[in-house]
Protein backbone atom coordinates (compact mmCIF):
# COMPACT_ATOMS: atom_id res chain seq x y z
CA UNK A 1 0.00 0.00 0.00
CA UNK A 2 2.11 2.83 -1.79
CA UNK A 3 1.77 6.46 -0.34
CA UNK A 4 3.75 7.84 -3.25
CA UNK A 5 1.58 8.03 -6.06
CA UNK A 6 -1.70 9.67 -5.27
CA UNK A 7 -4.57 7.67 -6.95
CA UNK A 8 -7.66 9.46 -8.88
CA UNK A 9 -10.80 10.55 -7.17
CA UNK A 10 -13.30 9.16 -9.30
CA UNK A 11 -11.60 5.31 -8.81
CA UNK A 12 -10.97 5.98 -4.60
CA UNK A 13 -14.72 6.37 -4.64
CA UNK A 14 -15.72 3.65 -6.92
CA UNK A 15 -13.90 1.10 -4.82
CA UNK A 16 -15.07 2.71 -1.34
CA UNK A 17 -18.89 2.85 -2.68
CA UNK A 18 -17.99 -0.63 -4.01
CA UNK A 19 -16.57 -2.24 -0.77
CA UNK A 20 -18.90 -0.60 0.59
CA UNK A 21 -21.90 -2.83 -1.05
CA UNK A 22 -20.45 -5.98 -0.85
CA UNK A 23 -19.81 -5.62 3.38
CA UNK A 24 -23.24 -4.40 4.07
CA UNK A 25 -24.82 -6.70 2.19
CA UNK A 26 -23.67 -9.74 4.44
CA UNK A 27 -24.29 -7.57 7.01
CA UNK A 28 -28.09 -6.88 6.66
CA UNK A 29 -29.01 -10.40 4.94
CA UNK A 30 -29.29 -11.54 8.39
CA UNK A 31 -32.52 -8.89 8.87
CA UNK A 32 -33.92 -9.38 5.31
CA UNK A 33 -33.95 -13.10 6.18
CA UNK A 34 -35.28 -12.98 10.40
CA UNK A 35 -38.21 -15.02 9.76
CA UNK A 36 -35.82 -17.81 7.54
CA UNK A 37 -33.10 -17.84 10.07
CA UNK A 38 -35.61 -17.84 13.09
CA UNK A 39 -37.43 -20.88 11.71
CA UNK A 40 -34.00 -22.95 11.17
CA UNK A 41 -32.47 -21.91 14.54
CA UNK A 42 -34.97 -22.20 17.58
CA UNK A 43 -36.83 -25.09 17.72
CA UNK A 44 -39.97 -25.96 15.68
CA UNK A 45 -42.91 -25.12 18.20
CA UNK A 46 -41.41 -22.01 18.71
CA UNK A 47 -44.02 -19.34 17.42
CA UNK A 48 -43.12 -17.50 14.05
CA UNK A 49 -43.35 -14.10 15.72
CA UNK A 50 -41.47 -15.22 18.31
CA UNK A 51 -38.73 -16.71 16.64
CA UNK A 52 -38.27 -13.44 14.36
CA UNK A 53 -37.97 -11.50 17.58
CA UNK A 54 -35.57 -13.71 19.00
CA UNK A 55 -33.51 -13.78 15.65
CA UNK A 56 -33.94 -9.30 15.57
CA UNK A 57 -32.41 -10.01 19.16
CA UNK A 58 -29.67 -11.83 17.82
CA UNK A 59 -29.37 -9.40 14.89
CA UNK A 60 -29.15 -6.21 17.12
CA UNK A 61 -25.78 -8.07 19.02
CA UNK A 62 -23.83 -7.95 15.86
CA UNK A 63 -24.96 -3.60 16.16
CA UNK A 64 -24.08 -3.94 19.68
CA UNK A 65 -19.97 -5.38 18.81
CA UNK A 66 -20.10 -2.70 16.45
CA UNK A 67 -18.13 -0.06 18.96
CA UNK A 68 -16.02 -2.58 20.12
CA UNK A 69 -14.74 -3.48 16.87
CA UNK A 70 -15.00 0.19 15.80
CA UNK A 71 -12.66 1.30 18.52
CA UNK A 72 -10.60 -1.75 18.12
CA UNK A 73 -10.03 -1.26 14.14
CA UNK A 74 -9.85 2.67 14.92
CA UNK A 75 -7.00 2.55 17.07
CA UNK A 76 -5.40 0.69 14.89
CA UNK A 77 -6.31 3.18 11.75
CA UNK A 78 -4.98 6.06 13.58
CA UNK A 79 -1.98 4.52 13.98
CA UNK A 80 -0.87 2.33 11.45
CA UNK A 81 -2.43 3.65 8.67
CA UNK A 82 -6.34 4.04 7.00
CA UNK A 83 -5.51 1.92 4.16
CA UNK A 84 -4.66 -1.57 6.16
CA UNK A 85 -7.81 -1.39 8.00
CA UNK A 86 -9.84 -0.69 4.50
CA UNK A 87 -8.59 -3.40 2.87
CA UNK A 88 -8.74 -6.13 5.73
CA UNK A 89 -12.06 -5.72 7.50
CA UNK A 90 -14.02 -7.15 4.24
CA UNK A 91 -11.82 -10.57 4.68
CA UNK A 92 -13.54 -10.81 8.22
CA UNK A 93 -17.14 -9.95 7.06
CA UNK A 94 -16.78 -12.89 3.87
CA UNK A 95 -15.54 -15.50 6.45
CA UNK A 96 -18.40 -14.95 9.05
CA UNK A 97 -21.20 -15.03 6.49
CA UNK A 98 -20.12 -17.63 4.83
CA UNK A 99 -19.97 -19.64 8.03
CA UNK A 100 -23.67 -18.52 9.22
CA UNK A 101 -24.77 -20.00 5.55
CA UNK A 102 -23.54 -23.30 6.08
CA UNK A 103 -23.86 -23.43 9.90
CA UNK A 104 -26.36 -26.31 11.04
CA UNK A 105 -29.90 -25.36 12.82
CA UNK A 106 -31.63 -26.34 16.13
CA UNK A 107 -32.61 -29.57 14.49
CA UNK A 108 -29.45 -30.68 14.29
CA UNK A 109 -27.31 -29.05 16.98
CA UNK A 110 -29.58 -28.07 19.33
CA UNK A 111 -28.83 -25.31 21.30
CA UNK A 112 -25.69 -25.22 20.17
CA UNK A 113 -26.94 -23.70 17.12
CA UNK A 114 -28.63 -20.33 17.98
CA UNK A 115 -25.19 -20.05 20.57
CA UNK A 116 -22.71 -20.38 17.66
CA UNK A 117 -25.29 -18.13 15.56
CA UNK A 118 -24.63 -15.20 18.42
CA UNK A 119 -20.62 -15.64 18.30
CA UNK A 120 -20.66 -15.35 14.77
CA UNK A 121 -22.85 -12.43 14.36
CA UNK A 122 -20.17 -10.68 17.17
CA UNK A 123 -17.48 -11.61 14.86
CA UNK A 124 -19.26 -10.13 12.17
CA UNK A 125 -20.61 -6.82 13.89
CA UNK A 126 -16.98 -6.29 15.09
CA UNK A 127 -15.80 -6.61 11.29
CA UNK A 128 -18.07 -4.25 10.51
CA UNK A 129 -17.45 -1.96 13.08
CA UNK A 130 -14.46 -0.68 11.54
CA UNK A 131 -14.95 -0.89 8.11
CA UNK A 132 -17.47 2.45 7.71
CA UNK A 133 -15.76 4.60 9.89
CA UNK A 134 -12.17 3.55 7.65
CA UNK A 135 -14.19 4.17 4.67
CA UNK A 136 -14.97 7.19 5.68
CA UNK A 137 -12.21 8.62 6.64
CA UNK A 138 -9.98 7.14 4.01
CA UNK A 139 -11.85 9.11 1.48
CA UNK A 140 -12.80 11.84 3.03
CA UNK A 141 -9.29 12.34 3.48
CA UNK A 142 -8.59 11.91 -0.19
CA UNK A 143 -11.50 14.26 -1.26
CA UNK A 144 -10.92 17.37 0.67
CA UNK A 145 -13.05 19.35 2.61
CA UNK A 146 -14.55 21.05 -0.52
CA UNK A 147 -15.78 17.71 -1.70
CA UNK A 148 -16.45 15.66 1.26
CA UNK A 149 -19.96 15.54 1.23
CA UNK A 150 -20.38 14.16 -2.56
CA UNK A 151 -17.89 11.59 -2.15
CA UNK A 152 -19.14 10.23 1.14
CA UNK A 153 -22.76 10.50 -0.21
CA UNK A 154 -21.63 8.12 -2.61
CA UNK A 155 -19.73 5.90 -0.38
CA UNK A 156 -22.92 5.75 1.91
CA UNK A 157 -25.51 5.13 -1.90
CA UNK A 158 -22.92 2.05 -2.30
CA UNK A 159 -23.40 1.02 1.66
CA UNK A 160 -27.02 1.23 0.72
CA UNK A 161 -27.48 -0.29 -2.17
CA UNK A 162 -25.75 -3.21 -0.24
CA UNK A 163 -29.20 -3.27 1.34
CA UNK A 164 -30.79 -3.18 -2.18
CA UNK A 165 -28.75 -5.95 -3.09
CA UNK A 166 -30.00 -7.91 -0.43
CA UNK A 167 -33.60 -7.39 -0.74
CA UNK A 168 -32.83 -8.23 -4.28
CA UNK A 169 -31.39 -11.15 -3.47
CA UNK A 170 -34.72 -11.90 -1.51
CA UNK A 171 -36.97 -11.90 -3.81
CA UNK A 172 -34.96 -13.81 -6.20
CA UNK A 173 -35.14 -16.21 -4.17
CA UNK A 174 -38.70 -16.22 -3.10
CA UNK A 175 -39.77 -15.99 -6.74
CA UNK A 176 -37.23 -18.90 -7.84
CA UNK A 177 -37.74 -21.50 -5.00
CA UNK A 178 -40.74 -20.65 -3.41
CA UNK A 179 -42.07 -19.67 0.33
CA UNK A 180 -41.56 -22.61 1.24
CA UNK A 181 -38.23 -23.83 0.12
CA UNK A 182 -36.68 -20.52 0.91
CA UNK A 183 -38.24 -20.91 4.64
CA UNK A 184 -36.17 -24.36 4.90
CA UNK A 185 -32.59 -24.07 2.90
CA UNK A 186 -32.85 -21.58 -0.06
CA UNK A 187 -32.10 -18.63 2.35
CA UNK A 188 -28.56 -19.88 3.01
CA UNK A 189 -27.27 -19.16 -0.84
CA UNK A 190 -27.72 -15.44 0.13
CA UNK A 191 -24.58 -16.16 2.78
CA UNK A 192 -22.91 -18.00 0.23
CA UNK A 193 -23.36 -15.53 -2.42
CA UNK A 194 -22.37 -12.59 0.37
CA UNK A 195 -18.92 -14.77 1.43
CA UNK A 196 -18.08 -14.89 -2.50
CA UNK A 197 -18.54 -11.27 -3.38
CA UNK A 198 -16.78 -10.35 0.37
CA UNK A 199 -13.44 -11.66 -1.23
CA UNK A 200 -14.10 -10.05 -3.92
CA UNK A 201 -14.02 -6.65 -2.30
CA UNK A 202 -11.07 -7.77 -0.67
CA UNK A 203 -9.09 -8.26 -3.71
CA UNK A 204 -10.07 -4.87 -5.32
CA UNK A 205 -9.42 -3.27 -2.27
CA UNK A 206 -6.04 -4.81 -0.99
CA UNK A 207 -3.70 -2.07 -3.16
CA UNK A 208 -5.23 0.75 -1.92
CA UNK A 209 -2.84 3.96 -1.43
CA UNK A 210 -3.03 5.73 2.30
CA UNK A 211 -4.07 9.46 2.50
CA UNK A 212 -1.77 12.02 2.76
CA UNK A 213 -2.98 13.07 5.82
CA UNK A 214 -1.92 10.19 7.47
CA UNK A 215 1.39 10.04 5.36
CA UNK A 216 2.10 13.54 7.12
CA UNK A 217 1.02 12.41 10.50
CA UNK A 218 4.04 9.14 10.19
CA UNK A 219 6.25 11.75 8.25
CA UNK A 220 6.48 14.07 11.22
CA UNK A 221 6.22 11.90 14.14
CA UNK A 222 3.18 12.95 15.45
CA UNK A 223 0.42 9.30 15.23
CA UNK A 224 -1.35 9.58 18.75
CA UNK A 225 -0.42 6.50 20.52
CA UNK A 226 -3.49 6.32 22.75
CA UNK A 227 -6.31 7.98 19.83
CA UNK A 228 -9.55 7.07 21.56
CA UNK A 229 -8.07 8.56 25.03
CA UNK A 230 -7.18 12.18 23.48
CA UNK A 231 -10.69 11.70 21.89
CA UNK A 232 -13.02 11.26 24.45
CA UNK A 233 -10.55 14.17 26.70
CA UNK A 234 -10.08 16.76 23.82
CA UNK A 235 -13.12 16.51 22.07
CA UNK A 236 -16.38 15.88 23.83
CA UNK A 237 -18.27 17.92 22.33
CA UNK A 238 -17.88 16.75 18.98
CA UNK A 239 -18.18 12.89 19.84
CA UNK A 240 -21.80 13.79 21.46
CA UNK A 241 -22.71 15.61 18.57
CA UNK A 242 -21.63 13.45 15.69
CA UNK A 243 -23.52 10.62 18.11
CA UNK A 244 -26.72 12.35 18.10
CA UNK A 245 -26.50 12.91 14.13
CA UNK A 246 -25.82 9.30 13.75
CA UNK A 247 -28.33 8.05 15.89
CA UNK A 248 -31.04 9.81 13.17
CA UNK A 249 -28.82 7.58 10.41
CA UNK A 250 -29.50 4.45 12.27
CA UNK A 251 -32.32 4.75 12.97
CA UNK A 252 -34.12 5.42 9.60
CA UNK A 253 -32.06 2.57 8.29
CA UNK A 254 -33.54 0.33 11.05
CA UNK A 255 -37.54 1.48 10.72
CA UNK A 256 -37.73 2.55 7.47
CA UNK A 257 -35.40 0.22 5.50
CA UNK A 258 -34.26 -2.98 7.40
CA UNK A 259 -37.86 -3.98 9.60
CA UNK A 260 -39.97 -2.18 7.08
CA UNK A 261 -41.43 -5.39 5.52
CA UNK A 262 -41.80 -6.81 9.05
CA UNK A 263 -43.95 -4.23 9.89
CA UNK A 264 -46.01 -3.64 7.49
CA UNK A 265 -46.95 -7.38 7.27
CA UNK A 266 -47.25 -7.88 11.23
CA UNK A 267 -48.96 -4.26 11.38
CA UNK A 268 -50.46 -3.50 8.63
CA UNK A 269 -51.73 -6.45 6.69
CA UNK A 270 -49.48 -6.60 3.81
CA UNK A 271 -48.50 -9.34 1.84
CA UNK A 272 -44.54 -10.61 2.53
CA UNK A 273 -44.03 -9.98 -1.46
CA UNK A 274 -45.23 -6.51 -1.53
CA UNK A 275 -44.10 -5.41 1.68
CA UNK A 276 -40.28 -6.42 0.13
CA UNK A 277 -41.11 -4.55 -2.74
CA UNK A 278 -42.08 -1.26 -1.02
CA UNK A 279 -38.64 -1.73 0.88
CA UNK A 280 -36.70 -2.12 -2.23
CA UNK A 281 -37.98 1.27 -3.48
CA UNK A 282 -37.53 3.11 -0.98
CA UNK A 283 -34.05 1.84 -0.09
CA UNK A 284 -33.15 2.74 -4.35
CA UNK A 285 -34.91 6.18 -3.95
CA UNK A 286 -32.93 6.94 -0.64
CA UNK A 287 -29.49 5.92 -2.68
CA UNK A 288 -30.23 8.48 -4.89
CA UNK A 289 -31.45 11.34 -2.59
CA UNK A 290 -27.98 10.47 -0.47
CA UNK A 291 -25.72 11.72 -3.64
CA UNK A 292 -27.93 13.97 -4.50
CA UNK A 293 -27.96 15.69 -0.77
CA UNK A 294 -24.05 15.41 -0.27
CA UNK A 295 -23.94 17.29 -3.61
CA UNK A 296 -25.77 19.92 -2.24
CA UNK A 297 -24.00 19.96 1.10
CA UNK A 298 -20.84 20.67 -0.24
CA UNK A 299 -22.35 23.98 -2.24
CA UNK A 300 -24.23 25.28 0.23
CA UNK A 301 -23.38 23.44 3.64
CA UNK A 302 -24.61 20.58 5.36
CA UNK A 303 -25.83 21.78 8.51
CA UNK A 304 -28.32 24.31 6.55
CA UNK A 305 -29.59 21.21 4.66
CA UNK A 306 -29.54 18.73 7.88
CA UNK A 307 -31.34 21.31 10.05
CA UNK A 308 -34.16 21.49 7.27
CA UNK A 309 -34.63 17.81 6.56
CA UNK A 310 -34.47 17.05 10.12
CA UNK A 311 -37.76 19.63 10.71
CA UNK A 312 -39.32 18.23 8.16
CA UNK A 313 -39.23 14.51 9.09
CA UNK A 314 -40.14 15.85 12.79
CA UNK A 315 -43.17 17.57 10.39
CA UNK A 316 -44.62 14.77 8.82
CA UNK A 317 -43.70 11.28 10.50
CA UNK A 318 -46.75 11.27 12.66
CA UNK A 319 -49.04 12.08 9.74
CA UNK A 320 -47.01 9.47 7.73
CA UNK A 321 -47.16 6.15 9.89
CA UNK A 322 -50.64 7.02 10.88
CA UNK A 323 -52.56 7.10 7.40
CA UNK A 324 -50.08 3.72 6.15
CA UNK A 325 -53.73 1.83 6.52
CA UNK A 326 -55.89 3.98 4.48
CA UNK A 327 -53.32 5.92 2.23
CA UNK A 328 -50.87 2.97 1.29
CA UNK A 329 -46.99 3.39 1.53
CA UNK A 330 -46.25 5.95 -0.71
CA UNK A 331 -46.05 8.18 2.44
CA UNK A 332 -43.69 6.30 4.46
CA UNK A 333 -41.59 6.49 0.93
CA UNK A 334 -41.35 10.10 1.24
CA UNK A 335 -41.19 10.04 4.76
CA UNK A 336 -37.57 8.09 3.54
CA UNK A 337 -36.31 10.10 1.07
CA UNK A 338 -36.45 12.98 3.03
CA UNK A 339 -34.53 11.33 6.00
CA UNK A 340 -32.11 10.65 3.10
CA UNK A 341 -31.69 14.43 2.60
CA UNK A 342 -30.76 14.46 6.08
CA UNK A 343 -28.19 11.12 5.89
CA UNK A 344 -26.51 12.34 2.65
CA UNK A 345 -25.83 15.68 3.99
CA UNK A 346 -24.34 14.79 7.70
CA UNK A 347 -21.52 12.31 6.47
CA UNK A 348 -19.24 15.27 5.27
CA UNK A 349 -19.88 16.92 8.48
CA UNK A 350 -19.10 14.11 10.47
CA UNK A 351 -15.27 13.41 9.05
CA UNK A 352 -14.49 16.80 9.42
CA UNK A 353 -15.73 17.01 13.26
CA UNK A 354 -12.31 15.31 14.52
CA UNK A 355 -8.38 16.07 14.04
CA UNK A 356 -6.65 13.63 11.05
CA UNK A 357 -4.87 12.32 14.42
CA UNK A 358 -7.75 10.95 16.20
CA UNK A 359 -10.13 10.70 13.05
CA UNK A 360 -10.94 7.64 12.50
CA UNK A 361 -11.47 7.06 16.43
CA UNK A 362 -13.98 10.15 16.85
CA UNK A 363 -16.02 8.39 13.67
CA UNK A 364 -16.09 4.91 15.14
CA UNK A 365 -17.11 6.08 18.50
CA UNK A 366 -20.43 8.45 17.07
CA UNK A 367 -20.77 6.03 14.49
CA UNK A 368 -20.56 2.61 15.59
CA UNK A 369 -21.88 3.60 18.96
CA UNK A 370 -25.26 5.12 17.46
CA UNK A 371 -25.33 2.01 15.26
CA UNK A 372 -25.21 -0.42 18.59
CA UNK A 373 -27.39 1.47 20.79
CA UNK A 374 -29.96 2.80 18.07
CA UNK A 375 -29.68 0.23 15.14
CA UNK A 376 -29.08 -2.45 16.88
CA UNK A 377 -32.17 -1.99 18.74
CA UNK A 378 -34.17 -0.31 16.32
CA UNK A 379 -35.87 -3.18 14.55
CA UNK A 380 -36.89 -4.67 18.27
CA UNK A 381 -38.09 -1.69 19.58
CA UNK A 382 -40.32 -0.54 16.38
CA UNK A 383 -41.79 -3.44 16.27
CA UNK A 384 -42.39 -3.72 19.83
CA UNK A 385 -44.14 0.00 19.87
CA UNK A 386 -45.89 -0.81 17.19
CA UNK A 387 -47.72 -3.61 18.95
CA UNK A 388 -48.03 -1.85 21.86
CA UNK A 389 -49.48 2.06 20.66
CA UNK A 390 -49.79 0.87 16.81
CA UNK A 391 -48.31 3.15 13.83
CA UNK A 392 -48.63 6.20 15.51
CA UNK A 393 -45.86 5.16 18.02
CA UNK A 394 -43.66 4.56 15.60
CA UNK A 395 -43.94 7.77 13.90
CA UNK A 396 -43.33 9.04 17.42
CA UNK A 397 -40.28 7.51 17.69
CA UNK A 398 -39.12 9.18 14.62
CA UNK A 399 -39.90 12.15 15.60
CA UNK A 400 -38.12 12.14 18.63
CA UNK A 401 -34.64 11.25 16.74
CA UNK A 402 -35.28 13.59 14.15
CA UNK A 403 -34.95 16.12 17.45
CA UNK A 404 -32.01 14.28 18.14
CA UNK A 405 -30.33 14.64 14.84
CA UNK A 406 -31.20 18.42 14.85
CA UNK A 407 -29.58 18.98 17.87
CA UNK A 408 -26.57 17.18 17.20
CA UNK A 409 -26.12 19.93 14.41
CA UNK A 410 -26.83 22.81 16.49
CA UNK A 411 -24.12 21.69 19.07
CA UNK A 412 -21.55 20.99 16.82
CA UNK A 413 -18.59 22.79 16.77
CA UNK A 414 -18.90 25.89 14.27
CA UNK A 415 -15.84 25.46 12.51
CA UNK A 416 -15.09 21.69 11.25
CA UNK A 417 -11.50 20.29 10.81
CA UNK A 418 -9.78 20.16 7.37
Known amino acids: ?32 FAPQIGAAFFPADTGTSTATLKTFAIFAVGYF ?72 CWLSEHAGPRRTGLVTAILLAGVNSGLLLGQSVALII ?76 AWIVAALYLALPTFLVSNCGMTQSHADATSLVASGIASVIYVISGWLADRYGAKKLCVLAGILVAIFALPAYGSVMNVGVAPLVALGAIGGIFIGAYLGLLSQLFQPSIRVSGIAVAYDGASAIVGGMGPFLMLYTANLWGPYGVGALLVFFALCGITGVLISPKKVLA
Open 1 to 32: MSDATPQPLWRTTAISALGGIFEFYDFVIFAI
Open 65 to 136: ARPFGGILWAHIADRRGRAYVFSHTVLGMAATTLLIGLLPGYATLGLAAPVLLVVLRLVQGMALGGEIPASL
Open 174 to 249: ETIFGNEHAMTWAWRLAFVFGSFIGVFAYFIRRHVNETAAFSELRATGTIDRFPLRTLLRDSPRAVIAGFLMCSVH
